[in-house]
């Protein structure tokens, strides 16, 4: 079957579904497979619940009444289906890539536009082979713009996911030393992010770069690109207070918003720099970026009991890590207690980088700083104010019998740690 006729079924359908358990009537399932599990082998019972057709690349799950649809590959089925969809769209793509800030940064984005536009976004943080192309099946005719998060671990991967998007616009949140393991070093990490650039490039496609990154402006020259930040004229957006929740200033409007730390400076001059290019107005930003509220232990601020809370749980690593301890010493406060968990995918880097936080902790004056996980536990420390717990159950302990009162609280970790489950014990 040709993808053009597989198109004409998605029209027709309620949408994609890959999960039996989420099923929806009319829709289209896709029999994926992984290491663990074999989707034609739910073919049947996709059917039953109501599914309109089953794409499968397993001939034993056949059906010749013409409610299977065999391919040779499901997962490449459906990611030529959703290049063919985009194509047909013809919609404007924003494409983001990072180390850090990706989902908060494509959220604020989302947010921005939708004051104007009818618009799609990556949901959550499905932004890999699968996600990027369930973010562009879930758009539609009455979608005006699409914007489309992209994550990495490997080379390559932003230039496949890229020739599945096909985007008109893209924006690297910057440059950290995230997952290590897979690129292997920070080299790797800028040659593998900035696949989005050279995809752009040869399209002579639109970057918008922060130019108070100069690596991003290095990489970016001799492209159609717009700058923004603090000393920029036009996209001119001023940092005004960063001590608590972040307030920018742009053309004269006062922009209070409900984020911390001044790395999400950069995620909201983003959003304002591609709000302004696709004319939302300054009140229009303005009212986004101020009911814009993060979730999912993203840089949230929250209170409980007498304890104060800046829950950064959901990801971590080296950079993000030493941003948010360099801010948390800015923030205004006497007693700050500081829960780190360790950092995953660092590969032959782990033990390194997990030592140079303790080092930089060492240098900073928090109260107690907690340190909790295996490669933590391995690090040394000769301050009295670092402790350090091989498990979460031993700092539980630890919480149960001293809870902490009157107290400013960053928890900051990969997001494998779980350590919002410290709110328990608060």
């Known amino acids: 079957m040709k993808i053009e006729t597989l198109h004409q079924h998605f029209l027709k359908s309620s949408g994609i579904c890959t999960d039996t358990r989420s099923i929806t009537k009319g829709c289209l399932f896709f029999a994926l497979k992984g290491d663990n599990f074999n989707g034609n082998k739910f073919a049947q019972e996709a059917l039953d619940k109501g599914a309109y057709k089953v794409i499968i690349d397993d001939v034993d799950f056949h059906k010749k009444s ?14 030529n289906l959703a290049s063919y969809h985009r194509e047909y769209l013809k919609l404007p793509i924003i494409a983001l890539t990072g180390s850090n800030g990706k989902t908060t940064t494509k959220e604020l ?21 699968i996600g990027v192309p369930l973010t562009l099946l879930s758009m539609n005719s009455e979608t005006e713009i699409g ?10 991967e932003i230039e496949f996911l890229c020739g599945i998007a096909k985007p008109d616009f893209g924006y690297i949140t910057n440059f950290g030393k995230a997952h290590l393991e897979g690129f292997g070093s920070i080299e790797g990490v800028i040659k593998g992010k900035t696949e989005i650039y050279k995809c752009l ?17 290095e990489h970016s020259k001799k492209m159609n690109r717009i700058t923004f930040g603090n000393k920029q004229q ?24 409900n984020l911390i730390g001044l790395y999400n400076y950069q995620n909201i001059a983003a959003a304002i720099c591609i709000g302004d290019y696709f004319k939302v107005s300054k009140e229009g930003i303005k009212k986004a970026i101020e009911s814009y509220i993060p979730t999912n232990n993203r840089s949230q601020l929250m209170e409980k009991g007498s304890n104060k809370i800046i829950l950064d749980a959901y990801n971590a690593n080296p ?15 006497e007693s700050k207690l500081v829960f780190l968990g360790d950092m995953f995918e660092l590969g032959q880097e782990a033990a390194k980088e997990h030592q140079n936080i303790v080092d930089l902790l060492e240098e900073n004056t928090f109260e107690k700083a907690f340190l909790i996980g295996d490669i933590f536990f391995k690090t040394n420390s000769s301050s009295p104010n670092i402790y350090k717990f091989k498990s979460f159950d ?6 149960e019998s001293n809870p ?23």
Do not use: W
């Open 147 to 156: 914007i489309v998060e992209m994550g990495a671990n490997h080379l390559k």
């Open 394 to 399: 031993e700092l539980k302990k630890e919480l």
């Open 109 to 129: 984005i989302n947010t921005v536009l939708s004051q104007l536009f009818n618009t799609v976004a990556t949901k959550g943080n499905l932004n890999n082979h």
């Open 234 to 257: 036009d996209c001119f957006i001023q940092l005004k207070d960063a001590s608590q929740q972040l307030i920018v200033k742009i053309k004269g409007l006062e922009i209070q918003s």
């Open 201 to 217: 490039k040869n399209y002579d496609k639109i970057v918008f770069v922060n130019s108070e990154d100069p690596k991003q402006m």
């Open 66 to 79: 013409g409610e299977t649809l065999l391919f040779s590959e499901v997962l490449t089925t459906l990611q």
């Open 319 to 333: 950079s993000s890590m030493k941003v948010a301890l360099e801010n948390f010493k800015q923030t205004k406060g």
């Open 404 to 426: 902490p009162e009157n107290s400013y609280l960053l928890i900051k970790a990969s997001r494998g740690m779980a350590l919002e489950r410290i709110l328990d014990l608060i």
